[in-house]
């Protein structure tokens, strides 16, 4: 009986060893999320602890060969979470005091030389939270879909790598393809969009350290065909971690929102996430309070987390607040179907596009104060 395409992909994978180690990559566990379709594509992506991009480059090589000489595989979509930017060597190479360089960043970090494969993105805006729970992936993907619908060419890359929500919310079934030797984004609700959701098992853990993350994020920037995109979101992780520093690194981002509900507790994390956009000089385009109020049937508005607070905070520390988000009853149930509020003729639509609208506007004005 002919075995399944993935155990004959799996043992195929098992004949190409670590040149590091001698032992193959299989049994090392480098090997994580293995999938394979009915139609022969085959995905997984190769954990790499340490080593340099070569290192990783040349082991995804073998990696992927070995996978396509598998008899009825039909395509291979694969990614390397491997990181070459050592600490000691950054650190060395930054300026003595580093007080013009707040990141210790001496030398051109791997993420900004990746970045550099982002030709046609114009513009590239990091949708932030100092704090999880607050609607910051929602409020990403139902904007990126406002500004689509506004007329601009829009990208939304899923910067989470340990809890990626963007297939979810946009309702993608489809896995991540390969086109010319580029990971092709999937298109939904007129945005082109890439999460590591949609290269790995979605039930699969991903216990990886700081720099794979990196190294994941650094893939999803660089070796996604992305196109022509006037704009590109990034919904980043909660807090302020590894994520956050390379898109820093990369030197693309134009600015940042950050998202925040009207409770103290998330409020001292924005006052936390605008102090490092704005220490490494990453302008911030504005302040979102999500779930500001909830609308009643009489037409009362009920303040279930606090009131304005986002906005006091923005105003507080000279941030332009972009406008407040109701807390719409149906959005979790919108959110598990993958039906975006930001479509249709939901009374979101309205307020995703006002948003949207004084987005592009602050991007305007980046563009003028760059220009001058």
Do not use: C
């Amino acid at each position: 009986m002919t075995q399944p395409l993935a155990i004959r992909v799996r043992n195929a994978l098992a004949q190409v060893a670590n040149p590091k180690t001698g032992r193959n990559i299989v049994a090392e566990g480098l090997i994580q999320g293995l999938t394979t379709d009915d139609d022969g594509k085959v995905r997984f992506a190769l954990e790499m602890a340490g080593g340099g991009a070569a290192d990783a480059d040349a082991l995804l090589a073998a990696a992927k060969n070995a996978a396509l000489a598998v008899d009825g595989v039909s395509a291979v979509s694969a990614v390397a979470t491997a990181h070459s930017a050592a600490p000691a060597d950054t650190a060395a190479a930054a300026p003595a005091g580093g007080h013009n360089n707040p990141l210790g960043m001496g030398k051109k970090p791997q993420t900004e030389q990746a970045a550099m494969g982002m030709v046609g993105v114009k513009h590239v805006i990091a949708i932030a939270s100092g704090k999880g729970g607050v609607g910051k992936s929602t409020v990403a993907a139902n904007l990126a879909i406002a500004l689509a619908a506004a007329g601009y060419k829009t990208g939304l890359l899923d910067a989470d790598i340990y809890g990626p929500s963007l297939p979810t919310l946009l309702g993608i079934k489809d896995k991540a393809t390969v086109r010319e030797g580029k990971l092709a984004p999937v298109e939904a609700h007129g945005v082109r969009t890439m999460s590591i959701g949609m290269l790995v098992d979605p039930d699969q853990a991903l216990a990886w350290r700081g720099p794979m993350v990196m190294g994941a994020l650094k893939q999803l920037m660089n070796d996604v065909d992305w196109g022509t995109l006037d704009v590109m979101l990034v919904d980043t992780p909660p807090g302020t971690g590894d994520a956050h520093l390379s898109l820093i690194q990369s030197k693309r981002l134009t600015g940042a929102v950050i998202v925040s509900t009207p409770q103290e507790m998330a409020l001292a994390d924005v006052r936390r996430g605008i102090a490092l956009f704005r220490k490494t000089e990453t302008p911030i385009l504005g302040v979102i309070e999500n779930m500001a109020w909830l609308d009643m049937p009489d037409g009362e508005r009920r303040y279930v987390f606090g009131k304005g607070g986002a906005a006091r905070v923005a105003q507080e520390l000279g941030a332009p607040f972009l406008g407040a988000i109701p807390l719409y009853p149906d959005l979790g149930e919108a959110s598990d179907a993958g039906a975006p509020l930001a479509r249709g003729d939901h009374p979101a639509v309205k307020t995703f596009a006002q948003l949207a609208g004084k987005i592009a506007a602050a991007i305007q004005g980046a563009e003028g104060s760059t220009a001058e």
